[in-house]
């Protein structure tokens, strides 16, 4: 069994993750979002504690991501590529195209990277030029779970810090 160890950003301590409390507008869908860069996670724990007015914590969990791959409905992102982009525009209007998946891992629409998709979602830079920009990025890296019995299953609590 191999494990990686994830990070939540955030203001709580969460113990036990639960999928479906989040919006459903963002890039992946409403899921328990974590990634496998620590400075990525206490980065946005830092930016919603200061919007928040609240300490920063970084939570931190072992995933068996291989017996997820192997187990569960799986979509992967392997850059900022056409699939991706059209994955993160139709999710931020509010399409379902997460809803199919269990887990989702890919880039994350951050700074570097969110005006390209807000030009490309207005219409003001066609489809060539956005993938253009976005092939000049090496994508961070954000994992979504999105089914509540494979997060029990396969991501452990192991502790929270402060950022």
Request: aromatic letters at 10%; hydrophobic letters at 40%.
């Amino acid at each position: 069994m191999s494990e990686v160890l994830v990070y939540h950003g955030g203001t709580e301590i969460v113990k036990v993750p639960v999928c479906r409390l989040g919006r459903r507008n963002l890039d992946f869908g409403q899921g328990f979002y974590v990634t496998d860069i620590r400075m990525q996670a206490a980065d946005w724990a830092k930016l919603t504690a200061s919007r928040m007015k609240k300490e920063a914590v970084l939570n931190r969990y072992r995933l068996n991501r291989d017996a997820i791959l192997a187990e569960a409905r799986c979509k992967l992102f392997c850059a900022y590529d056409r699939d991706w982009l059209e994955f993160i525009v139709a999710s931020r209007r509010g399409q379902a195209v997460a809803d199919e998946y269990d887990y989702i891992e890919g880039g994350v629409a951050n700074d570097r990277v969110v005006d390209t998709v807000n030009l490309y979602m207005l219409g003001l830079m066609d489809i060539e030029t956005a993938l253009g920009r976005l092939s000049q990025h090496q994508p961070n890296n954000q994992m979504c779970l999105l089914n509540q019995e494979i997060t029990d299953k396969y991501l452990t609590y192991d502790g929270t810090e402060p950022v």
